[in-house]
């Protein structure tokens, strides 16, 4: 897998003390709020903290709508992945293993953004997603 970057999402209880606490306490100088979250820029990973009522939106009540067919989780890794075909090839070696793949599907985003996002679980449950940016805020394709 080749991956363009690893996002961590975990569900957080108060955005604004999570933002306080890892800028001031922390002293991690890119955290700042992005998209209703706040967003953590380190060397090769970024951490997304969302309060719990919009993280559950996302990854619990989303399953029985196609924004996200995957079991109810606390926190998911995300990669992004150059094309769709590698999304696709991933899914299907994990298929064949003791790890779990979900039917690949599209979100579009508030801000416009098309995404292709393929789920997997590991042996262990826990949630991978292999996000393939199809188009960018303004529907460009990338």
């Given at each position: 897998m080749k991956t363009q970057g690893v996002v961590l999402s975990l569900a957080v209880t108060d955005a604004g003390r999570s933002l306080a606490f890892y800028r001031d306490v922390v002293g991690i100088e890119g955290a700042k709020p992005a998209m209703?979250?706040?967003?953590?820029?380190?060397p090769g990973m970024t951490i997304f903290l969302a309060e719990t009522e919009a993280f559950t939106k996302y990854s619990r009540e989303a399953m029985r709508t196609p924004l996200l067919p995957v079991p109810a989780t606390d926190a998911f890794l995300s990669c992004a992945i150059s094309t769709v075909a590698e999304v696709d090839d991933i899914l299907a070696a994990v298929a064949g293993s003791a790890g779990k793949a979900f039917a690949p599907h599209e979100i579009k985003h508030v801000n416009g953004r098309m995404q292709y996002v393929g789920t997997f679980a590991d042996p262990d449950g826990h949630l991978w997603q292999l996000v393939c940016n199809l188009t960018d805020v303004h529907g460009n394709a990338v």
């Open positions: 209703g979250m706040v967003c953590l820029e380190m």
